[in-house]
T-cell receptor, first 108, second 117 residues
């Protein structure tokens, strides 16, 4: 079946280092992808999005890369801070399909 | 401008009881989405509503679950005769206009954690 999923369940990163979170999707027709951040006990928060006609998009300290050939999406967080500790998950917007999430733990 | 509000934040019910979850969208938002998040699972879309209308309920279980968004008051997700498998976090999100609204204007509430004993 079609699914959106993340490769690594937990990522521990030293404060100040860069973080990379990966996501694979299986629906080649998906056109619009989003990354969300979810802190413990809170609802998801939109981080950044990307359309299928792009392969890279940058925000504040975050970059999303899209590789349609291999149906892969990644989120890069630059200079990771303690406040970045959270679960991050990707989503296919047009299907409202969400990945399970990848826990990022920032080590001070 | 208050964000999306959900209450209660935590709800405990015994098997067979009813659960009512409330969602007050952001001011000016007329579209509400409900999602369910099982432990260690991704968000699952349940239902999308506008004021007084259900637009898409394709993710809603056929039995025991219902949702409404009346003209006045919050949106309500109602689960009748709850079972242990209903234990999950239920999130709602609101947006001003879904037809042309990108996800960066869809705001999530803090969720209601339902525990069925």
């Amino acid at each position: 079946g079609e699914s959106v999923g993340l490769h690594l369940p937990t990522l521990s990163v030293q404060e100040g280092d860069n973080s990379i979170i990966n996501c694979a999707y299986s629906n080649s027709a998906s056109d619009y992808f989003i990354w969300y951040k979810q802190e413990s006990g809170k609802g998801p928060q939109f981080i950044i999005d990307i359309r299928s006609n792009m392969d890279k998009r940058q925000g504040q300290r975050v970059t999303v890369l899209l590789n349609k050939t291999v149906k892969h999406l990644s989120l890069q967080i630059a200079a990771t801070q303690p406040g970045d500790s959270a679960v991050y998950f990707c989503a296919e917007w047009d299907r409202l399909a969400f990945g399970k999430g990848n826990q990022v733990v920032v080590i001070p | 401008n208050a964000g999306v509000m959900q209450n209660p934040r935590h709800l405990v019910r015994r098997r067979g009881q009813e659960a009512r979850l409330r969602c007050s969208p952001m001011k000016g938002h007329s579209h509400v989405y409900w999602y369910r998040q099982l432990p260690e699972e991704g968000l699952k879309f349940m239902v999308y509503l506008q004021k007084e209308n259900i637009i898409d309920e394709s993710g809603m279980p056929k039995e025991r679950f219902s949702a409404e968004f009346p003209k006045e008051g919050p949106s309500i997700l109602r689960i009748q005769q709850v079972v242990r498998g209903d234990s999950a976090a239920y999130f709602c999100a609101s947006s001003p206009d879904s037809a042309s609204t990108p996800p960066d204007t869809q705001y999530f509430g803090p969720g209601t954690r339902l525990t069925v004993l």
